[in-house]
């Protein structure tokens, strides 16, 4: 008998064996790719980390059905990281032509690296969730909603407003960019009012203006603005700190918090900028935490506190007149509401949800009477170029390339824009220098807009794969993990072109420094430029919620997230610029709530 077991032995030793070879072989063909797609330094240090990881990855590690979920998740993300290997960006964001920005083309190659990015990304997922469960297991969360110590509200918000405040000094009265110039001409009467900017936010602004036209200094009623303003975020930011103080988080985490949106020049920066999206940001914030306490207590908060709904209600208006693509995002959360309720209805767990579903669009039913008829009628329109920004520079980049028209395309092509000054105009990274090139013909798109759908149709028929090229190159900045450059964009506030002001009408307003200290160039300490994490890791963070909402069977918290994924849908579809962090803000002021969720939803049973 013994003769035979170690024959057997050995057989099992040498499976044992082979399967080892296997695993290493495996490791490093992963990591090879790994490191070759994610666009990481090629230096001995990082194939090391890479093998080690992936080998420590798959050895024992199976395939279970209970990893489909971060399957599909994955395999999403293997496509962005794809696309984003693909990109070659030489040239300026802004003004960088098709010779400059392409993409190359794919090849056998990315089949295979996208079976072991998904394997590979898989495995890294599970392993990472489920030693983060064990992790967690130790954290007590507390169901306490809303905010219950108003003094700490008020402080946590004074001590962000004063960390802020050396910026106000420094860059009085606040940074006036191109766009809020638009917006001041308009506030003051010179320009045309209409819907470019948003009307109330214009209103506001003209509110503040009046204050500094009273006492006869109109750069007073710029900082008027800017103050309001700083109160505004901070209050916001700092009601998000004791919301998550409520839910039994330690005071030493809340001060690093309090901190952090203090001491970050970003928050800063942005604090002090006279454009929208702070204030609708910020408001985008508040109301994620509003959507989420009902989620939390499965609905009963409706009928807990009387003022919920107006809260709700009042944040929803605010987030729809400040930013133009706020009531998308509003209808977005509407059908995240329904579909929550459909799937509420089988199993009654969440209660009041149809109380919520109705106010909410009773409020977006009245907006949109307010910004289509309302402001039609009354003129207040903004041009309907603005929002087919992607659209059109996916028909431009087909024109650039030569690519399969019909006849009519072409006819319509050409009343845009002379055939022949694609190549010149198109820039694939930003609508904007197209669509204000002196040859556009803006006239000729108002004429013929029930032309532009269908022969955007027509045209991406026959070129789906440059449309796609089109699409990617305009919004990478919101989804590519792998450009890694865009961590180190400090350009959010250069972007808005400072310089007009001074170089253009500036209606009387003089930015100056409140303070000068001899020797000391106060400018270079606290400096206009801070690049913040890439929007890009916040937003897949953001789907990681998605994927442990559904993992978990969790749907009443895709309420909480609804605000912040119809954001990303919305520069996904329509932003005119492959990046600027200043249109996801709202990512940047809910990293702690994402965190807090995150940590929620790792401590919950599957329902």
């Known amino acids: 008998g013994g003769y035979r077991l170690s024959i057997k032995d050995k057989i099992v030793e040498r499976g044992v064996l082979i399967s080892k070879i296997a695993v290493i072989v495996f490791a490093m063909v992963c990591g090879r790719y790994f490191i070759e797609y994610m666009r990481l330094p090629k230096a001995g240090i990082v194939w090391a980390c890479a093998f080690i990881i992936m080998y420590y990855l798959f050895s024992g590690w199976r395939l279970e059905k209970q990893q489909i979920p971060y399957m599909i998740f994955s395999g999403i993300l293997s496509i962005a990281v794809i696309l984003g290997y693909h990109m070659e960006l030489h040239g300026s964001m802004y003004t960088g032509l098709m010779t400059e920005n392409y993409m190359t083309s794919l090849t056998v190659n990315d089949v295979i690296a996208f079976l072991l990015l998904t394997i590979t990304i898989t495995a890294l997922l599970e392993k990472i969730i489920t030693r983060f469960t064990r992790k967690v297991e130790s954290i007590e969360i507390k169901c306490t909603y809303g905010i219950s110590n108003k003094k700490a509200w008020l402080g946590a918000a004074l001590i962000i407003f004063i960390l802020w405040i050396p910026y106000l000094v420094i860059y009085y009265p606040g940074f006036i960019f191109g766009d809020s110039l638009g917006s001041i001409a308009q506030a003051l009467g010179v320009a045309k009012l209409y819907n470019h900017h948003p009307i109330f936010y214009t209103l506001f602004l003209k509110m503040c203006l009046s204050l500094g036209i009273f006492i006869k200094d109109i750069t007073f009623g710029c900082a008027v603005y800017t103050i309001v303003q700083m109160i505004y975020i901070a209050l916001c930011l700092g009601y998000q700190i004791c919301w998550i103080r409520n839910k039994g988080i330690g005071i030493k985490i809340c001060i690093i918090l309090t901190v952090f949106f203090g001491c970050i020049p970003f928050f800063a920066q942005n604090s002090i900028a006279m454009w929208k999206d702070p204030i609708f940001s910020s408001t ?188 990617a190159l305009n919004t990478y900045g919101y989804w590519a993990l792998n450009r890694w450059e865009l961590n180190t964009d400090a350009n959010n506030i250069y972007k808005g072109n400072l310089g007009d002001i001074e170089n253009g009408e500036n209606y009387g307003i003089v930015p100056h420094s409140l303070l000068e200290i001899q020797k000391v160039d106060l400018k270079s300490i606290f400096e206009i430029g801070d690049a913040p994490v890439a929007l890009a890791i916040l937003t897949w963070f953001v789907f990681l919620i998605v994927l442990l909402i559904i993992k978990k069977q969790k749907w009443g918290l895709g309420l909480a997230i609804a605000p912040t994924l119809g954001l990303a849908i919305t520069l996904f579809v329509a932003t005119p610029y492959a990046y600027w962090q200043r249109y996801g803000l709202a990512q940047y002021y809910l990293v702690p709530f994402y965190i807090f969720i995150v940590v929620y939803l790792l401590k919950e049973k599957k329902e």
């Open 284 to 471: 985008l914030a508040v109301w994620s935490l509003v959507l989420a306490d009902f989620a939390l207590s499965k609905g009963k908060i409706i009928s807990d506190n009387r003022f919920f709904l107006v809260k709700s209600n009042l944040l929803l208006v605010v987030l729809c007149f400040s930013r133009n693509n706020g009531f998308y995002i509003g209808l977005f959360c509407e059908l995240v509401i329904i579909l929550i309720w459909i799937l509420n209805r089988r199993k009654k767990i969440i209660t009041g949800l149809k109380k919520l579903m109705v106010s909410t669009g009773c409020i977006l039913l009245i907006i949109s009477i307010v910004i289509g008829p309302v402001y039609t009628k009354l003129d207040l329109n903004g041009e309907p170029v603005e929002s087919l920004g992607i659209f059109l520079n996916q028909m431009a980049s087909v024109v650039a390339y030569d690519g399969d028209m019909t006849e009519e395309d072409r006819e319509y092509m050409n009343g845009l824009l002379p055939l022949e000054n694609y190549k010149d105009t198109y820039r694939p990274c930003v609508v904007d220098l197209l669509k204000w090139d002196q040859n556009f013909s803006q006239k000729y798109l108002n004429e013929h807009l029930n032309g532009f759908m269908k022969t955007y149709i027509s045209m991406f028929i026959r070129n789906p794969y440059t449309y796609i090229e089109a699409w």
